[in-house]
């Protein structure tokens, strides 16, 4: 008796994603303990006992879980479920926005928080609620987390005036005469979600429970927190907080914790990162957050530590070898120093840090200059090693990433450095990034093929809350290389298949997780996180039908996290 499954799944098109046979397809599944116990219908059948689960997945597909390698788990949650929702379906034009914050009742604390308004279906944003709900404040996060809103009183109660010098790396947005008009970019975000009281316990706790259901309704059994810690005022809506890093250590120490989440610190914001603060932060001890609690790292783990090397393009922050936008600028790093060739040496003495604890670094570049001297820094960090351990083996990556040529590439993939990119925020995006970048080099934005073809370790995720948590729509988006108003070319270079796109997501994300040695594919002694969808996996040429499909059932560790009802 005990040799038989938990569970079988027969009749299926198991996609193992086993590295050493890439396009393998099995047609049943058993799972035991919580992890792969055989494949295949002959092996599979002799583990059916009187106790076993027998599933019939009617030709079904059955993957790994999906692993979101770049998912801010706790700004998603409280985006999903604790913030007035701002999204083009609630408020589709700015006058939809003020009305919706003017009705919006204010939290136990006084204040109003929203979220999800973006400037590339609104248009810019001019101080829209400046002068909204005069005695109440008001902050308003934009779906890129790179920018927010505030009205008069959350400015007063902020000290932000006139007076208010400029912030390295953030941009504080002026009428002609230097008052503020509310709109905070960047580093400047910070001075404003300083000034706010924290969100509780009481209302986080149950947001990320939430949004975790929700995952695994998708699918998704894993993923990275790119960002927790002390300098979190900095970064999106500024709730991944030092409290929100020991939550999800509860989360996880009193079983509730069903996803395997890996996490990213962060000891500077979106402006102003140097190796004084990451000196600082790496002494702190935020690092043993979750060590002798009893957790186990494969469910929870501190990887290593999120920088911000430039900001974004729309925003002209993101750094670039030629100019770019109507300001016609080149941007720069937001690194800490004067020059260029000052920031670049911080970035240097910060990968040197993170590299010499033995963590791994996760860098924000979304400019070719950024992610050409990024690159640079982490090589130089290696080669600097002198016995201790390498880059390669921390394996560090680039964060959204753009390329002037092939050669960085190559130098990545020789050098062990992983490639984050999200297919959806170039398809959601790609209008306003078209006028931005210039249709040459937004046709070579995320040169998805090209990274593949030269050995990079490519892993795509969905930023979240930047896009959507639904995995099939950023498979159909690295597919189709869409953008909102125009199909995606057929000829295109940089497309890649669906089964690559899927790779991306489970085995690809795995490695940048250390963790490709229990997750991310279906073979015997794996862990038995799957999903089982209600159709087969579909053609390149009808990937859209994903969209469509259901996922019926999703095993985390081998635990039921989801049951379709239908």
């Known amino acids: 008796?005990?040799?038989?499954?938990?569970?079988?799944?027969?009749?299926?098109?198991?996609?193992?994603?086993?590295?050493?046979?890439?396009?393998?397809?099995?047609?049943?599944?058993?799972?035991?303990?919580?992890?792969?116990?055989?494949?295949?219908?002959?092996?599979?059948?002799?583990?059916?006992?009187?106790?076993?689960?027998?599933?019939?997945?009617?030709?079904?597909?059955?993957?790994?879980?999906?692993?979101d390698a770049h998912l801010h788990f706790v700004s998603a949650a409280m985006a999903a479920f604790g913030y007035v929702r701002l999204e083009p379906a609630v408020a589709p034009d700015w006058a939809a926005v003020v009305d919706v914050v003017e009705a919006a009742p204010a939290g136990d604390d006084g204040w109003v928080r929203a979220h999800g308004w973006d400037e590339a279906l609104l248009g810019p944003a001019q101080g829209f609620l400046l002068d909204a709900r005069p005695d109440t404040p008001v902050v308003a996060f934009d779906s890129t987390g790179h920018q927010l809103l505030a009205n008069r009183e959350a400015l007063r109660r902020a000290g932000i005036d006139a007076a208010t010098p400029d912030v390295h790396g953030g941009v504080v947005e002026r009428t002609a005469?230097?008052?503020?008009?509310?709109?905070?970019?960047d580093?400047?975000?910070?001075?404003?979600?300083?000034?706010?009281?924290?969100?509780p316990g009481s209302t986080l706790r149950p947001a990320l429970l939430a949004l975790q259901e929700h995952l695994h309704s998708l699918g998704i059994t894993s993923l990275t927190d790119p960002g927790l810690g002390p300098a979190s005022a900095g970064l999106m809506d500024g709730t991944g907080s030092t409290a929100a890093l020991e939550l999800l250590g509860d989360l996880a120490a009193e079983d509730e914790l069903t996803l395997r989440i890996n996490v990213l610190m962060l000891f500077a914001g979106t402006g102003g990162a140097n190796a004084d603060a990451v000196k600082a932060g790496l002494r702190s001890g935020v690092a043993a957050t979750y060590l002798n609690r009893g957790i186990n790292p494969e469910h929870l783990r501190i990887a290593g530590v999120k920088i911000f090397a430039d900001g974004i393009p729309r925003s002209g922050t993101a750094w670039m070898s030629e100019p770019?936008?109507?300001?016609?600028?080149?941007?720069?790093?937001?690194?800490?120093?004067?020059?260029?060739?000052?920031?670049v040496a911080e970035l240097h003495k910060i990968l040197g840090l993170i590299n010499e604890a033995g963590l791994q670094a996760g860098v924000h570049a979304t400019g070719d200059a950024a992610t050409?001297?990024?690159?640079?820094?982490?090589?130089?960090?290696?080669?600097?090693?002198e016995g201790r351990p390498t880059s390669s083996g921390n394996r560090h990556y680039i964060i959204h990433g753009a390329f002037g040529d092939h050669g960085t590439l190559h130098a990545m993939a020789s050098h062990g450095i992983g490639y984050s990119t999200?297919?959806?925020?170039?398809?959601?995006?790609?209008?306003?990034?078209?006028?931005?970048?210039?249709?040459?080099?937004?046709?070579?934005?995320?040169?998805?093929?090209?990274?593949?073809?030269?050995?990079?370790?490519?892993?795509?995720?969905?930023?979240?809350?930047?896009?959507?948590?639904?995995?099939?729509?950023?498979?159909?988006?690295?597919?189709?290389?869409?953008?909102?108003?125009?199909p995606g070319s057929p000829r295109d270079p940089e497309r890649i298949t669906g089964l690559q796109a899927l790779a991306a997501m489970t085995i690809h994300a795995a490695w940048q997780d250390h963790a490709e040695h229990f997750k991310g594919a279906l073979t015997p002694g794996m862990a038995a996180d799957l999903c089982l969808l209600s159709n087969p996996w579909p053609v390149d040429e009808e990937i859209e039908k994903l969209l469509d499909t259901e996922v019926r059932l999703t095993l985390s560790g081998g635990r039921t996290v989801h049951q379709s009802t239908s």
């Not at 099995?26 to 002799?46: E, H, Y």
């Not at 050409?372 to 080669?383: G, K, M, T, Y």
């Not at 990034?433 to 937004?442: A, N, P, S, T």
């Open 187 to 199: 580093g400047a975000m910070e001075l404003l979600s300083r000034a706010m009281p924290p969100v």
């Open 177 to 185: 005469d230097g008052n503020p008009t509310g709109l905070l970019q």
């Open 1 to 67: 008796m005990e040799d038989f499954a938990d569970l079988v799944i027969m009749n299926a098109s198991v996609h193992t994603m086993d590295p050493a046979a890439s396009h393998h397809v099995s047609d049943a599944v058993a799972v035991k303990d919580g992890r792969v116990a055989a494949l295949g219908n002959n092996d599979v059948s002799q583990l059916i006992g009187p106790s076993t689960r027998v599933i019939d997945a009617a030709g079904g597909a059955v993957i790994p879980g999906i692993n």
């Open 372 to 385: 050409a001297a990024a690159v640079e820094a982490i090589i130089a960090a290696d080669d600097s090693a």
């Open 324 to 343: 770019y936008g109507k300001a016609c600028t080149h941007g720069s790093l937001v690194i800490q120093g004067a020059t260029d060739a000052q920031r």
């Open 422 to 486: 999200n297919p959806l925020i170039r398809q959601e995006a790609g209008d306003i990034m078209r006028q931005v970048l210039g249709e040459e080099r937004f046709s070579r934005h995320q040169p998805l093929k090209s990274a593949v073809g030269a050995g990079v370790h490519v892993n795509l995720a969905s930023d979240a809350p930047v896009t959507s948590t639904d995995w099939r729509r950023t498979v159909v988006a690295a597919v189709r290389r869409a953008t909102r108003s125009q």
